[in-house]
């Protein structure tokens, strides 16, 4: 019923400050260098990912009173999603603020940002080696637990990348987490989240996640993975914001080479796909599609059954 009460408290929360902030003018600033199409965008709301966010954690916190809260993993899984969404939100929050008093603005300078996920990232990865012992690769404690940091880390910011389509994100971050519906009470609440959410995100979107959404949900993807014995699947499900984030890296690198030549039209990748003149309801459709295999052939490759 947990996830029942998630998809409905979302999507009531989500609604309710998808409202709000048109009144208050808290819209999100579009590209003026993407594709023509998402013009119309420009003054859609922001920061969705915060109403969101919320209901998963008054969800847990009332499971956790009643007793259904589940084990230490639960906790520093919650812990950590909470960490990251809030470096996500104040990352939205400064980029409302300067837009609204004129100002151009990219939020929170980038090596803030590395640092506080830093932060996050170091006290999910050392606890994860310290709590979970058996799920550990075995290299040692600091071994472990930088190893771990360090996909945290990747993955909230290639699930941040992810976010540019209407319910591009919320789709594949949804299907990532799917197998573990039923082992990991938070991913469930998430999932349930995530479906309140779509509601408003779906194509016209009504309301954008925000960093505080897409990194929340990255760090729920690789936390659960992580905490529940399954991290070398979690590159194979996540195959697409892998590819988010490396079509970046590739762009950034040769066009630094070449002295402004691009690999892709436009980076992250799925600009490239709308570039070359596919709706934007094809790619992400087609992203969720590429997904859900993934994810199906993470668990049939690597043991499949049920997380532990």
């Excluded at 819209?27 to 998963?56: C, E, F, I, W």
């Excluded at 906790?75 to 609204?100: N, P, W, Y």
């Excluded at 070398?232 to 970046?248: D, H, K």
Aim: with cysteine.
């Amino acid at each position: 019923m947990g996830i029942i009460w998630s998809i409905l408290l979302s999507w009531f929360l989500v609604g309710l400050y998808s409202g709000l902030a048109r009144r208050r003018g808290w819209g999100q600033t579009v590209r003026q260098d993407g594709p023509a199409s998402h013009l119309v965008k420009s003054g859609t709301p922001n920061m969705g990912g915060v109403p969101m966010l919320l209901s998963v954690l008054l969800m847990w916190l009332i499971a956790k009173m009643t007793g259904h809260g589940g084990d230490v993993r639960e906790t520093i899984l919650m812990l950590s999603i909470l960490g990251m969404g809030a470096i996500g939100f104040l990352d939205d929050f400064v980029k409302v603020r300067d837009r609204m008093a004129g100002k151009a603005s990219d939020g929170l300078y980038a090596r803030y940002k590395l640092a506080l996920q830093l932060l996050v990232g170091v006290a999910f990865g050392f606890s994860a080696a310290k709590y979970m012992p058996l799920l550990t690769p075995g290299w040692g404690i600091f071994f472990d637990g930088t190893f771990y940091t360090l996909i945290m880390m990747a993955a909230v910011n290639a699930f941040n990348f992810t976010d540019g389509l209407d319910g591009l994100l919320g789709g594949v971050a949804g299907i990532i987490l799917l197998p573990l519906i039923g082992v990991s009470p938070i991913v469930g609440l998430v999932i349930g989240s995530i479906v309140g959410f779509m509601w408003y995100n779906s194509r016209p979107a009504s309301v954008f996640m925000g960093d505080a959404g897409s990194f929340a949900l990255g760090a729920a993807a690789a936390g659960a993975y992580i905490l529940y014995g399954r991290t070398w699947q979690f590159p194979v499900a996540a195959a697409i914001p892998i590819l988010e984030v490396v079509s970046v890296f590739m762009q950034v690198a040769y066009f630094r080479r070449t002295g402004g030549k691009r690999i892709f039209l436009m980076t992250p990748i799925h600009h490239h796909f709308e570039k070359l003149g596919m709706p934007e309801e094809k790619v992400t459709g087609r992203f969720w599609m590429v997904t859900a295999l993934c994810t199906a052939l993470a668990w049939f490759l690597m043991g499949g059954g049920a997380a532990t």
